[in-house]
C-alpha cells in the first residue's frame, strides 16, 4: 500500500482516513523500511522470525527520553531517612519505569543547608528529607522531560542548574544516580560497563575491567566507648589474588579481632559500628596496633605479607591530638611521631589524612623522614587524601555525594596524575558503589566492616569478580 510502488492507484478516489494513513506510511517511509527487514529476514531464515523483527525494528525507534522522575524519602541502611528516585523514560511508544537510585543518609553535620534535612523535630527527630523529595517532584521532573539519559554530562548539568540552592548534595547523587543505571539499563549493560563506557567514551581503546581490593575497617576511634582520637585503623590484602581470597582474609581478620577484644575486655565490645567497626576501650594507638596483631596471629595471618594496616588520622578539628586529654603536637612533631609508629609497626602501608589541609606542604615530609631512617630504607608509605592537590597524596578517596560526571572527572584528574583511586560507601542503601569502584577502575574498595548493607556491597563485588 505504498503509493509511490502503485503509480496506478487513484489517490482522489481514496477516504480521506486512508488518504491520512498513505501520508503517514510515507512520512516515515514505513514501506521501505519494513520491506529491507523482512528481506534481511528471508535471507537468514532466522528459527526466531518475531525475536529477529523486534531486535532490527527496535533499532530504528526514537532514542528514549525521560519523562518522569519520581522522588521519595526511605530508611537508610542506619534507619535515618534517605533520598530514593525513579526515572521513568517513554521507550518504544510506552512510557516505562525502567531504574531506581538511592544515596545514603544526609549529614547534616558536614554539610548544615536546610535543603538537605527538614529540620521538624516531629519528623524523624529533624532528618526527614521531605522537602528534597517535593523538590526532586516537581522542579527536577520539569526540568528533565525529554533529556536522554545516555547523555550523562548533559542531564548531570541540567540536575546542578534545576537544583541549585533546593537541593543538597545527597538528593543530587541519588538523582544523578538513577539516571546512570537507567541508561545502563536501556542499554542492555550491567553498571561497572556503563561507567567504565562513560570514562571511555573518547578513548578508542576500552580499559581492561579489575575488581578493587577491599579496604576493611577493623578499629574506630572517636566514638562513645573508645579513648582512641585515630577514627579508624583498616587492613587490605597485599597480594594479588581472586577477590573472593581477598575478602576472605580481610572477613576472617574481622572476625577474629572480635573475639580477641570480647575476650580481653567484655562480650558488650563485640558489636560494631554502623561502618562496621570494632570499639575498642584503649586511649593509644599503639594497643589498637597490637590488639590486630594478636589477631592476626590467632588467624593465622602473617601482617606486612598477606594484609597490610591503613591508619585514618584526620579529618583534623582540635589541633593534632594524637592522645585523649594530650597537648596538640605541632607539624614536625607529628611527622616525628608517624616516623616512630611505621617503624615500630612495619605492617603500616597507609596512612589516611595524616595532617591537615592547612599543612598540605608537609605531607611530602613524612615520606622524606621515613626514607631518611636507615632502617626502613626503600619502604613506601601510601599517603591518602579527598583531593588531588599535592604529589604527596598518591592515594585519593572518591565518595557517592556527587553527580556521576563530577565523580568520573574528578577520577579522570587524578588518573592523569598516576594517584590510585579508592572508593568509599557508608550508610548505602544499594549496591550502586561496588559497581562505581569497579568501572572507575579503583584500586580499592572501602565499604566498612562486613556488616549490615556493607555485606550487599561485598556480595555484589563478588558478583563482578565471577563476571569478569
Not at 133 to 162: F, R, W, Y
Not at 247 to 254: A, D, V, W, Y
Not at 304 to 330: C, F, R, T
Request: include cysteine.
Amino acid at each position: 500500500c505504498h503509493p509511490g510502488a502503485h503509480p496506478q492507484w487513484d489517490m482522489s478516489g481514496m477516504t480521506a482516513e486512508a488518504r491520512e494513513i498513505m501520508a503517514y506510511l510515507k512520512k516515515y517511509n514505513l514501506a521501505d523500511q519494513l520491506n529491507v527487514i523482512v528481506n534481511k529476514l528471508c535471507k537468514k531464515r532466522s528459527d526466531d522470525p518475531f525475536g529477529f523483527l523486534a531486535s532490527r525494528l527496535h533499532q530504528l525507534a526514537a532514542p528514549p527520553v525521560i519523562t518522569k522522575v519520581e522522588g521519595r524519602e526511605i530508611l537508610s541502611s542506619e534507619a535515618t531517612p534517605a533520598v530514593q528516585v525513579d526515572v521513568y523514560c517513554k521507550v518504544d511508544d510506552s512510557v516505562k519505569f525502567i531504574s531506581r537510585g538511592t544515596t545514603s543518609a544526609p549529614d547534616p553535620s558536614a554539610d548544615g543547608k536546610s535543603s538537605e534535612v527538614d529540620g521538624d523535630a516531629k519528623w524523624y527527630r529533624g532528618l526527614g528529607v521531605k522537602q528534597a523529595v517535593t523538590t526532586i517532584n516537581e522542579v527536577i521532573h520539569s526540568n528533565m522531560g525529554g533529556l536522554e539519559p545516555k547523555d550523562q554530562i548533559k542531564c548531570d548539568e541540567m540536575l546542578l542548574k534545576a537544583g541549585k540552592g533546593k537541593l543538597g548534595a545527597s538528593a543530587l547523587s541519588a538523582t544523578s544516580v538513577a539516571i546512570c543505571k537507567t541508561a545502563a539499563t536501556l542499554a542492555k549493560l550491567e553498571h561497572y560497563q556503563h561507567v567504565a563506557k562513560l570514562i571511555d567514551s573518547d578513548s578508542k581503546t576500552s580499559r581492561p575491567l579489575t575488581v578493587p581490593r577491599p579496604l576493611m575497617e577493623l578499629i574506630a576511634g572517636g566514638v562513645c566507648g573508645s579513648s582512641l582520637a585515630f577514627p579508624s585503623i583498616l587492613a587490605y590484602p597485599l597480594k594479588t589474588e581472586p577477590f573472593k581470597n581477598q575478602l576472605h582474609m580481610c572477613s576472617t581478620m574481622h572476625h577474629f579481632l572480635g573475639e580477641t577484644i570480647a575476650s580481653k575486655f567484655g562480650d558488650q565490645f563485640r558489636t560494631t559500628t554502623g561502618s562496621g567497626s570494632f570499639v575498642a576501650p584503649v586511649a593509644e594507638l599503639g594497643e589498637a596496633l597490637k590488639l590486630i596483631q594478636e589477631s592476626a596471629a590467632a588467624a593465622g595471618i602473617t601482617l606486612g605479607e598477606d594484609l597490610a594496616i591503613a591508619v585514618q588520622a584526620g579529618p583534623w578539628k582540635d589541633g593534632y591530638v594524637v592522645k585523649v586529654k594530650d597537648k596538640a603536637k605541632s607539624v614536625e612533631e607529628m611527622i616525628e611521631f608517624y616516623t616512630g609508629v611505621v617503624k615500630e609497626f612495619k605492617e603500616i602501608a597507609m596512612l589516611i589524612d595524616p595532617l591537615s589541609r592547612d599543612d598540605l606542604e608537609s605531607w611530602g615530609k613524612i615520606q622524606e623522614s621515613i626514607d631518611a631512617d636507615e632502617d626502613m630504607k626503600g619502604r613506601t608509605i601510601e599517603v591518602m587524601g579527598d583531593k588531588i592537590e599535592t604529589e604527596a597524596r598518591n592515594t585519593f578517596c572518591i565518595e557517592r555525594s556527587q553527580t556521576v560526571s563530577d565523580i568520573i572527572k574528578a577520577f579522570t584528574s587524578g588518573a592523569k596524575s598516576k594517584s590510585t583511586c579508592l572508593v568509599a560507601e557508608n550508610g548505602a542503601t544499594d549496591t550502586f558503589g561496588a559497581d562505581l569502584a569497579v568501572g572507575l577502575g579503583a584500586t580499592y574498595a572501602r565499604f566498612g566492616g562486613p556488616r549490615g548493607q556493607n555485606v550487599a556491597l561485598y556480595n555484589r563485588l563478588l558478583q563482578i569478580a565471577d563476571a569478569l
